[in-house]
Structures are given as C-alpha cells and as structure tokens.
C-alpha cells in the first residue's frame, strides 16, 4: 500500500531540508581560513571599526527578534479557525503610533552616536611621531615613498608594529582604493587629491589586501601587502633599502650579463628596461616600480607571482598575460637573455 505525505507533513519536511543546509552553509563558512576577513582585526583603527559593526548588528538582532515575535503572535493569535466571528475593525491606535514612530528613533540615536564619534577618532591628526608614507596608485600596482627615510619600494609596504602610520595616498592614472581589512580603513586614491588614512598594525604579520575601486583590466590583480615587523626588523629594513645595490662580482658573468641586457637600449625604446624602471646607480624610469631592492621582496607584478625564478620567468616571457591590460609590453628575450636577467635581479638585495 502506498501512503502519501500529508501537506503538513511534507511542509515539516521542507523547513527541517532548509535549516539543515542552513546550518551546513554556516558550518562550512566557518571552516576555512579568510585572510582578508575584516572579522579579524589586528589594529586600533580596525578595532574600532569591528567595534561600530558588532554595536549595529546587535541592534540589528535586537529590531528582527521584536518585529518577528509581533509577527509570529499576529499570525498564529488571529488566525483563522473555524465558526470564528469576524474579527472586529479597529481604525487608529495614538499609543500604537505614538510607540513604532519613537522605536525606530531610538534605535538611530543609539546607532548615531557610537558612528559619529568612530568617524571622528578614524578622521583625527596623525601622532607626532606617525611614520609618514606617500602612497601612490598605479595601473596596476602600488607605490610606496617614505620622505624621512629617503625609501621607495612598490607593492609591500613595510611598517613598524605599534607605531602609527600616516598614509597620504593619490594616484597616478584613475582611481583606485587602498585597502587592508584586518588593519582597517578604506581610502579612495583619486588623482590630484591626497586622502589620508593613519592605522597601527598591533602585531607582526603579513597583512594582504587590494584595491577596492574597479580600475581597469587587472583591477583584480592590483594586491598588496602590508608587512608589520618589530622595531629591529623594520630598522634592519630601512637599512637594506637605504643601502645601494651591491656590485657585481668581477668573476660572475652570468649577473654581468643580466645588467647588461637591463640596460641595452631596445626598439622601439618603451621596450628597454632602463626606460620604465629606476635602480639606483644605473636607471631612473618612473614608469615602473623601482626595482632598486626588488630580491627584498616576497612577490612581483604586484602580488600575483612569487619573486621566484619561475616567478620571474613567467612574468618576463609575457606581462600582459599574466596581467591583462599591463603597460609592461611583451619584449623578445631569449632564453639566455632571461635567466641573466633573473640572475640579476635576484642580486638586487
């Protein structure tokens, strides 16, 4: 004999299907690791911030529960019943009134005022003794300029742990947006204005992050990353950067070469190396990152690659597949020519 599922039973068996994958979509967000979660704050500014969301969705819960539980005992306190009377009209209620027009403003006042005075401790002068840095977006890649140190390095900005860091950020071509969410903040960098940001990071870390304004082709692959050391890490830092190249060992032909064919000059002359990138001592191209202390850091092309060999490689056969869109062109090296570039480039600590 065949028993069919009674309506009601079927509806039980519907809502029990949807909680479970409810609680299976939760379950599984939970599992993995988000390192660009703004959840996991690691600064003051983006405590602060973590703060002013936790404060509002909390009255947000608070709103749902009470405007659910009127629902739900509407609902199931007048329905329908059989041989019931029609229920009885009431037209206006003052009190009613007088109580859902108060509600809603109370819950702004209580969200209002925590926001106002977050945006007025994120929007305050930097410290005098902020570190000072000149942020400047590229397509598709970051700048970085430390006036006080006599520093520029591109894509990893390298700050102090605990110590407050202004950035004043513009752009080179259109806007992009500056943003690494477990430090906090987010900052448009339009072109011809300078907007400021201050953050802290209070441990050190890698902090990842990206531009956040679509700009263009490789918009997605416009990353950066934020790497917070301790006072003599960075101070290490600062002095590798400060230093000049090392020179090039008499006897290493290999790395000889490789400068060499960095500074041949190539037609037409946008593909010569020396026209876009600066090194200190041998070019001053202000197209492309300075590549002065470019084996300090862990990526290239603004974060898509590791600055491996293979890294290095891939992106010297062919920039614009890597990045589409890039202003770097597609130049006919040989397999020679490659590996005494990498060679040399991978000097340059």
Known sequence: MIVSATP?????????????????????????????????????????????????????????????????????????????????????????????????????????????????????????????VEVVGHQWWWEYRYPDLGVVTANELHVPVERPVALAMTSADVIHSFWAPRL????????????????????????????????????????LRVVAQDSVAFAAWVAGQQAAPPPIAAD?????????????????ASNSCIA?????????????????????RATIAAGILPNTPDGLTSWLLDPPREKPGSLMPRIALTDGEIAALIAYLQSLR
């Open 8 to 132: 009601k039973r079927s509806r039980s068996l519907l809502l029990a299907s949807v909680a479970m994958l409810a609680v299976l979509a939760v379950g599984a967000a939970c599992g993995s690791e988000y390192p660009q979660s703004t959840l996991h704050p690691a600064g003051e500014l983006a405590e602060s911030i973590d703060r002013l969301y936790r404060t509002i969705f909390w009255w947000a819960v608070a709103v749902f529960v009470v405007v659910e539980f009127g629902l739900l005992f509407v609902i199931l306190r007048y329905r329908e019943r059989p041989d019931a009377p029609a229920p009885a009209h009431v037209h206006g209620s003052t009190v009613l009134e007088i109580a859902w027009t108060l509600a809603p403003a109370v819950v702004l006042v209580f969200i209002a005022v925590p926001t106002i005075q977050t945006i007025f401790a994120t929007e305050g002068r930097p410290p005098p003794d902020a570190l000072r």
């Open 184 to 223: 906090g903040g987010k900052r448009d960098v339009v072109p011809g204005r300078t907007n400021r940001l201050v953050l802290a990071a209070d441990s050190a870390g890698v902090y990842l992050g990206q531009c956040a304004e679509f700009c263009g082709e490789s918009h997605a692959n416009m990353r």
């Open 252 to 268: 290493d032909s290999v790395v000889r070469r490789g400068a060499e064919a960095f500074r041949a000059i190539r037609q037409p």
């Open 276 to 296: 876009c990138h600066t090194i200190e001592g041998v070019s001053g191209g202000l197209l492309g990152p300075n590549l002065t202390h470019l084996a300090s």
